[in-house]
Each structure stands twice: as C-alpha cells, then as structure tokens.
C-alpha cells in the first residue's frame, strides 16, 4: 500500500491549488471564498517514481463559521490517516491565531509535518517563511502553489519523512477483486456466499463493515482474494465516525485489486451515487464487472432483466464494455457467474496481442475507414504495439499526435474489442509521432 499524504491548513491559503499542482489536474475546486472545498479529496500521485495517495481537505476553522465543524471533522480524519502532513500557510499574512489552533492540532497527530509557505511568488518574499519556524515545525517549505515555485523541494521533504508501509501483495497469478458499492448493498452477503461460510459480519444495518477485509478462497483450481469494502456514502453523510475512513479505504481497495464489481441493489432506482462509485473504479483503469443484487426480491416478468440492463448502460456509458450480471447472494443465484466473469475479465486483463495481428487489424480499420480531416492535416497510422498490461495498452506510431480525433481513436478501440475479447477491460492508448 503506498503512502498517504494530506494537506491541511485554515481556509483560503491554497490548499487545492497545492493538491492541484501536485496530481496536476483540476480536481479540486479552487476559489477565493473560503470554505470552498468541503469534502475531502482523493487522488494519486507520483514524485521522483514515487507513487502515493494525496487528501485536500476543507479549511479548519475553530470559530462557529459556516460548515466549520464538518470542515475540522474531515481534517481530522485525514491526518488520523495520512502518514505526512503538508500544513499550508500563507506566507504574506503571517502567522495567525488560527494557524496556532491548527499547529495544536497536528502536534497530537505525532505525524510527520512539513509547513508549505505558500505565495512566495518570487525571491523576494523568500525571507517571510523563517517566522513559520517559531509555530515548532523543523520543515518550512517556501512555495508557489499557482507558479509551482518550490513544490519540488516542499515533495522532495515528503518522500524523506514518508515512512515505509508494508504491502499485501499476493502470489502472481491469484486473482484480486474488490466490491464496492454502497452501504447495504450485499457486499458482505456476497463474500459468505462465495466463500461458502461466514467470514465476513453481515447486518441489515447499513455500514457493518468498516475496514477493506481480505479473503482468499479456492475455486476449479483458481485462487482468488476477494477484497470487501466499507460502503460508500453520498456526500453529506461522510462525516460519521462509523464511515470516517471509508471512502479512502475504498479507494486504496481498488488499487490493490485486478477486477472491480460495481455492486448495484436491484430493488433501489440508480442513483447519482451509483455512477460516483462506478467512476472510481474507472479511473483507476481496472478491470470492471456490474453485479446487480438481491434479484430475488424484483418482481419480475420476461422483459425485467433486459429493461435494466438497457438503463445500466445509459447511465454507465463510461463503462460500456463492462460485463453485467443479475445475481442474488442471499440464495445463491448467479452468483457462480459473477466469479467466472470476474476470471473472465482478468484474463482480458493480462491479455497481450502479438504485433503482427494487432497491425493486420489496424490496417485493415483504416483502409475500411480513412482517419478525417483533424485541425487541417490527416492522420497516418504507421505502426501499432502492445506496450503493457492490466490495463492492455497500446502505442500507436502516427505522422503527429495532434491530428488523431477522439471519435477515431474510440473508432480504433471498437476495432480491437471486435478482434479480440478485452470484455471488462479498458483500452489505454499512447501516441507517438514516427520519425
């Protein structure tokens, strides 16, 4: 499991600009009022090769403001978690009060601390980060979230103070999955039915299950490690103490595994929530399955099955090559095909096409339809090879990276998943210009 970082600090001195700097992308919302971000932020990211976890947090105020006590809520839960700790200052308004209050705060965390004076924008304002020293941190890093000035130094200090954690790693070979989904969805009732015992706490009370758990099985000669998860609330209920840890453990369950289920409750609408989950799971690039659960209890006629699934994949088109399967882990229905389409799709996953038949198939895709017009030029497709697996990727070797359409290259992914069973799997593409 890698390392977690989490940023914190009183409102409004840059704390999702920071986060932003470092995932670069806009992930988080920045503004001028303070108070903006409110929920606690996940990403990943890299420094230097390393890879690790990165929490923006909301703003902690010790005054009754708007959202303040929801606000220190998730700020405490991301230092319970995080293994160091950016504090962001703002190093043209000096230390204040509150800045003390949050300083008191870390110091009971007995978490690594580095201080980030954030807009220092040029040497000049260099000199201002040395009154930070006095609030007792040995680290104060002078930085520029906006202009990156100094985020460099400020990761270098992280990476040193990071600990090492060990990782759960598995044989290679053994299928991992992960259900995820919300609460009450029949994620621990999924795991005793698979497992053929009561291995994990199942209750009508949503929310039983609070940490990732890991169980291994044995299935037609295949081993397998099925990783439960706490469910996911929507926002508005993550502040609980029974769900402070869930959305984060969740996240890091998916990184850990091959295959994500998406479990959806069959007798509840699909929700917002639902597709949040699922865009999770997507971004991580794993291998994906829908479960629909407690299929047992739809009333159902001949046309019930094939209704939903044409509404699952209206509402999922991001994950359309996902494979669907109606199962009840309350009576054991189905559920046999969930785990062979979970084998199925990490297959796919760890697929590799020879380069000879990947470039006939190509080819063949572009003499059948010819690459548009893009930005005034037209694409040429020299050459195509599988760089990696899990997820299958490939590079495409093009006249210019800049001239290849959106709509082509989904054109192309079509093509590849009509020659070739990738059922469950995304497809990445790389482009690089041929010399």
């Known amino acids: 499991m890698r390392g977690v970082v989490a940023i914190v600090g009183r409102p409004n001195v840059g704390k999702s ?40 947090t909301g703003g902690i105020i010790l005054r009754d403001e708007p959202f303040s006590k929801e606000i220190r809520a998730q700020a405490s839960l991301a230092i319970d978690e995080a293994d160091v700790i950016i504090f962001v200052v703002d190093a043209r308004c000096g230390i204040t009060s509150e800045d003390q209050d949050v300083v008191n705060i870390l110091k009971k965390s007995d978490k690594p601390v580095v201080i980030a004076a954030n807009k220092v924008d040029d040497g000049s304002l260099q000199d201002l980060i040395y009154d930070f020293y006095s609030l007792g941190c040995d680290d104060v890093v002078g930085i520029s979230a906006i202009h990156g000035i100094g985020v460099g130094d400020l990761l270098d200090r992280v990476l040193e103070l990071m600990p090492r954690r060990e990782r759960k790693d598995y044989d290679e070979g053994i299928v991992k999955f992960c259900l995820i989904g919300q609460p009450n969805v029949g994620k621990s009732t999924l795991v005793n039915t698979i497992v ?71 007798t509840e609408e699909l929700s917002e929530q639902d597709k949040r989950i699922a ?143 990738f059922v469950g799997c995304p497809i990445k593409f790389q482009l690089r210009k041929k010399e």
């Not at 988080?28 to 890299?46: F, H, K, L, N, P």
């Not at 984060?248 to 990184?255: S, V």
Request: net charge neutral; with cysteine; charged share 25%.
């Open 17 to 56: 600009s920071l986060f932003n700097r470092i995932i670069g992308d806009k992930l988080s919302i920045t503004d001028d009022a303070s108070g903006v971000t409110r929920d606690r932020i996940y990403a990943r990211a890299s420094w230097l090769n390393q890879e690790f976890s990165i929490i923006d």
């Open 196 to 266: 053929g015992e009561n291995r994990v706490i199942v209750s009508d009370v949503a929310g039983t299950t609070r940490d990732a758990i890991d169980t291994m099985f044995v299935r037609n000669g295949e081993t397998y490690v099925v990783i439960d998860t706490a469910g996911i609330r929507k926002q508005g209920k993550i502040y609980e103490n029974a769900e402070k840890y869930s959305v984060l453990r969740a996240m890091q369950a998916i990184e850990r595994c091959d295959v994500a289920v998406i479990m959806l409750d069959a």
């Open 279 to 421: 865009g999770y799971a997507r971004e991580y690039n794993r291998g994906l399955v829908i479960a629909v659960n407690k299929w047992d209890a739809v009333v159902k006629d001949d046309k019930t099955m094939q209704k939903l699934e044409e509404k699952i994949r209206v509402n999922f088109q991001f994950m359309d090559f996902a494979p669907i399967v109606f199962i009840s882990a309350k009576n054991n229905e189905r559920v046999h095909l969930l785990v062979d389409s979970v084998l199925q799709v990490y297959l796919n996953f760890n697929r590799r096409i020879s380069t000879s038949v990947l470039n006939d198939v190509l080819q063949d895709a572009v003499l059948l339809n010819q690459p548009p017009m893009f930005n005034g030029n037209r694409l040429k497709l020299s050459y195509a090879t599988q760089s990696d697996i899990c997820p299958p990727t490939f590079v495409l070797f093009v006249n210019s990276e800049k001239h290849m359409h959106f709509s082509y290259q989904r054109y192309l992914e079509n093509q590849i998943r009509d020659n070739f069973d």
